[in-house]
Protein backbone atom coordinates (compact mmCIF):
# COMPACT_ATOMS: atom_id res chain seq x y z
CA UNK A 1 0.00 0.00 0.00
CA UNK A 2 1.98 3.03 -0.93
CA UNK A 3 1.67 5.57 2.16
CA UNK A 4 3.79 8.47 0.57
CA UNK A 5 1.08 10.08 -0.96
CA UNK A 6 0.90 13.60 0.29
CA UNK A 7 -2.61 13.61 2.20
CA UNK A 8 -1.18 10.53 4.36
CA UNK A 9 1.02 12.78 5.38
CA UNK A 10 -1.57 15.37 6.63
CA UNK A 11 -2.45 15.33 10.87
CA UNK A 12 -5.82 16.14 12.11
CA UNK A 13 -7.73 16.59 15.55
CA UNK A 14 -10.75 13.84 15.65
CA UNK A 15 -13.56 15.64 16.94
CA UNK A 16 -12.41 14.21 20.77
CA UNK A 17 -9.71 15.82 20.85
CA UNK A 18 -7.44 12.99 20.51
CA UNK A 19 -4.37 13.13 17.22
CA UNK A 20 -4.96 11.65 14.04
CA UNK A 21 -3.20 10.93 11.13
CA UNK A 22 -4.95 10.38 7.47
CA UNK A 23 -2.58 7.45 7.12
CA UNK A 24 -4.80 5.52 9.00
CA UNK A 25 -7.28 5.81 5.81
CA UNK A 26 -4.68 4.22 3.53
CA UNK A 27 -5.85 1.11 1.64
CA UNK A 28 -9.33 2.49 1.94
CA UNK A 29 -11.42 5.24 -0.48
CA UNK A 30 -12.15 8.09 1.42
CA UNK A 31 -15.00 10.72 1.21
CA UNK A 32 -13.62 13.68 3.20
CA UNK A 33 -16.73 16.26 3.32
CA UNK A 34 -16.98 19.98 5.10
CA UNK A 35 -19.74 19.77 7.21
CA UNK A 36 -22.11 22.03 9.01
CA UNK A 37 -24.70 21.83 11.72
CA UNK A 38 -26.46 24.61 10.67
CA UNK A 39 -26.91 24.60 6.78
CA UNK A 40 -30.24 24.23 4.30
CA UNK A 41 -28.17 21.15 3.10
CA UNK A 42 -27.24 19.65 6.46
CA UNK A 43 -29.81 16.95 5.99
CA UNK A 44 -26.82 15.78 3.35
CA UNK A 45 -25.96 13.86 7.29
CA UNK A 46 -28.53 11.18 7.15
CA UNK A 47 -27.20 10.82 3.42
CA UNK A 48 -23.62 9.98 4.38
CA UNK A 49 -24.18 8.11 6.88
CA UNK A 50 -26.43 5.79 4.89
CA UNK A 51 -23.66 5.95 2.00
CA UNK A 52 -20.60 4.93 4.87
CA UNK A 53 -22.75 2.03 6.29
CA UNK A 54 -23.71 0.38 2.93
CA UNK A 55 -19.92 0.78 1.93
CA UNK A 56 -17.89 1.33 5.45
CA UNK A 57 -17.41 -2.95 5.21
CA UNK A 58 -16.06 -2.41 1.35
CA UNK A 59 -13.63 0.24 2.38
CA UNK A 60 -15.28 3.47 2.53
CA UNK A 61 -14.34 6.24 5.09
CA UNK A 62 -16.98 8.95 5.21
CA UNK A 63 -14.50 12.04 7.07
CA UNK A 64 -16.23 15.03 8.30
CA UNK A 65 -14.49 18.15 8.78
CA UNK A 66 -16.70 20.68 10.45
CA UNK A 67 -16.04 24.40 9.15
CA UNK A 68 -17.40 27.32 10.00
CA UNK A 69 -16.16 29.41 6.48
CA UNK A 70 -19.64 30.18 5.44
CA UNK A 71 -22.06 32.24 7.17
CA UNK A 72 -21.63 30.98 10.32
CA UNK A 73 -23.09 28.15 9.83
CA UNK A 74 -21.08 25.58 12.19
CA UNK A 75 -20.64 27.72 15.39
CA UNK A 76 -20.79 24.91 17.88
CA UNK A 77 -17.85 23.70 19.46
CA UNK A 78 -16.65 20.11 18.92
CA UNK A 79 -18.38 18.25 21.54
CA UNK A 80 -21.46 20.38 20.74
CA UNK A 81 -21.09 19.32 16.89
CA UNK A 82 -20.32 15.69 17.94
CA UNK A 83 -23.52 15.49 19.72
CA UNK A 84 -25.86 17.08 17.01
CA UNK A 85 -24.45 14.61 14.77
CA UNK A 86 -24.80 11.75 17.05
CA UNK A 87 -28.59 12.64 18.40
CA UNK A 88 -29.88 14.31 15.06
CA UNK A 89 -28.40 12.49 12.42
CA UNK A 90 -26.93 9.14 14.45
CA UNK A 91 -23.61 9.75 12.28
CA UNK A 92 -20.95 7.38 12.93
CA UNK A 93 -18.50 8.04 10.72
CA UNK A 94 -15.16 9.79 11.59
CA UNK A 95 -15.56 13.46 12.66
CA UNK A 96 -12.72 15.47 13.38
CA UNK A 97 -12.32 19.16 14.79
CA UNK A 98 -12.96 22.27 13.34
CA UNK A 99 -10.99 23.40 10.55
CA UNK A 100 -11.05 26.38 8.09
CA UNK A 101 -11.94 25.26 4.46
CA UNK A 102 -11.04 28.36 3.13
CA UNK A 103 -9.27 31.80 3.82
CA UNK A 104 -5.72 32.85 5.41
CA UNK A 105 -5.85 30.13 8.20
CA UNK A 106 -7.16 27.09 5.47
CA UNK A 107 -6.28 24.09 7.09
CA UNK A 108 -3.29 22.01 5.42
CA UNK A 109 -6.06 19.07 4.26
CA UNK A 110 -7.77 21.71 2.13
CA UNK A 111 -4.97 23.40 1.02
CA UNK A 112 -4.35 19.94 -0.56
CA UNK A 113 -7.43 19.14 -1.72
CA UNK A 114 -8.15 22.29 -3.68
CA UNK A 115 -4.44 22.18 -5.08
CA UNK A 116 -4.81 18.86 -6.49
CA UNK A 117 -8.74 18.79 -7.35
CA UNK A 118 -9.05 22.51 -8.32
CA UNK A 119 -12.51 21.50 -10.81
CA UNK A 120 -15.76 20.24 -9.05
CA UNK A 121 -18.15 17.67 -10.84
CA UNK A 122 -21.54 19.39 -10.41
CA UNK A 123 -25.43 18.72 -10.52
CA UNK A 124 -26.73 17.61 -14.34
CA UNK A 125 -28.75 21.42 -13.69
CA UNK A 126 -26.55 22.98 -11.22
CA UNK A 127 -27.53 26.73 -9.96
CA UNK A 128 -26.04 29.00 -12.50
CA UNK A 129 -23.99 30.53 -9.31
CA UNK A 130 -22.38 26.80 -8.84
CA UNK A 131 -21.68 26.42 -12.68
CA UNK A 132 -20.14 29.85 -12.46
CA UNK A 133 -17.84 28.91 -10.04
CA UNK A 134 -17.27 24.87 -11.43
CA UNK A 135 -13.39 25.62 -11.82
CA UNK A 136 -12.94 28.11 -9.32
CA UNK A 137 -10.47 25.90 -6.95
CA UNK A 138 -11.77 27.15 -3.24
CA UNK A 139 -14.36 25.33 -1.52
CA UNK A 140 -17.93 26.94 -2.29
CA UNK A 141 -19.45 26.00 0.34
CA UNK A 142 -20.79 23.53 3.14
CA UNK A 143 -20.97 20.09 2.03
CA UNK A 144 -18.50 19.97 -0.34
CA UNK A 145 -17.03 16.12 -1.33
CA UNK A 146 -13.46 15.11 -2.39
CA UNK A 147 -13.43 11.32 -3.04
CA UNK A 148 -10.04 9.61 -2.14
CA UNK A 149 -8.82 6.22 -4.01
CA UNK A 150 -7.63 3.26 -2.18
CA UNK A 151 -3.76 4.63 -3.16
CA UNK A 152 -4.21 8.22 -1.60
CA UNK A 153 -4.73 9.98 -5.42
CA UNK A 154 -7.50 12.46 -5.30
CA UNK A 155 -9.63 11.16 -7.78
CA UNK A 156 -12.95 13.44 -7.92
CA UNK A 157 -14.66 15.94 -6.31
CA UNK A 158 -18.40 17.21 -6.23
CA UNK A 159 -19.77 20.66 -5.97
CA UNK A 160 -22.27 20.69 -2.48
CA UNK A 161 -25.31 20.03 -4.77
CA UNK A 162 -24.14 16.80 -5.60
CA UNK A 163 -26.00 15.11 -2.74
CA UNK A 164 -24.79 11.43 -1.47
CA UNK A 165 -27.50 9.98 -2.96
CA UNK A 166 -26.89 11.20 -6.17
CA UNK A 167 -25.89 9.00 -8.67
CA UNK A 168 -22.97 10.77 -10.10
CA UNK A 169 -21.21 10.56 -6.74
CA UNK A 170 -22.73 7.01 -5.59
CA UNK A 171 -21.19 5.27 -9.28
CA UNK A 172 -17.86 7.29 -8.47
CA UNK A 173 -17.70 5.51 -4.49
CA UNK A 174 -18.34 2.30 -6.34
CA UNK A 175 -15.72 2.47 -8.85
CA UNK A 176 -12.92 3.38 -6.62
CA UNK A 177 -14.27 0.58 -4.22
CA UNK A 178 -14.02 -1.78 -7.15
CA UNK A 179 -10.63 -0.85 -7.71
CA UNK A 180 -7.56 -2.46 -5.69
CA UNK A 181 -4.95 -0.43 -4.77
Excluded at 107 to 115: H, M, N, R
Excluded at 125 to 154: C, H, M, Q, T, Y
Aim: net charge negative.
Amino acid sequence: MPQNKPIYAIEAKRIDGSSASLSEYAGKVMLIVNVASKCGLTPQYDGLEKLYADHKDDGLAVLGFPANNFAGQEPGTNEEIAEFCRATFGVDFPMFAKVSVSGADKAPLYDLLTKIAPKRTLTESPRPSAAAKAADPDVRWNFEKFLVSRNGEIVARFDPDVTPDNPLLVKAVERELARTA
